[in-house]
């Protein structure tokens, strides 16, 4: 907190303070949200939640992107710790590894079978 201003409610403020807590978590979700951000990106996590595990190939045809687009975006997800890879043979398929993006997925596109006309405090 900057010291040479006064605080309007200094309570308020001590418990802004307390829940900032450590700079660098913040600049880390600032990161992640950075590269969820990106629709295509997005819409590959979107597809890995509903299909709990896929393939690269799979994910092209879902999303109209490439195998390569594909790869590359993946790439990025997994360096983040957002989704993580599991080989069956030659078939290496991908899974959501943060279960803060598998919330946030359900808030931001529920399940058919979770929503309703009378939803409304979400």
Known sequence: MSTDRKPIDPERVAAAVDGLGDRAVIEE?????????????LALLVSIHYAREISVTDLAAVTGMTDTAVSQALRLL???????????????????????????????RPHPQESSPDQGDR
């Not at 899974?95 to 359900?106: F, G, M, P, S």
């Open 29 to 41: 979700w600032a990161q992640r949200f950075s590269v969820v951000a990106d629709p295509s990106r």
């Open 78 to 108: 997994r360096a983040h710790g957002l989704v993580t890879a599991q080989r069956t043979g030659r078939v290496v398929r991908y899974r959501l590894a943060d279960a803060t993006v598998h919330e946030l997925i359900h808030r931001v």
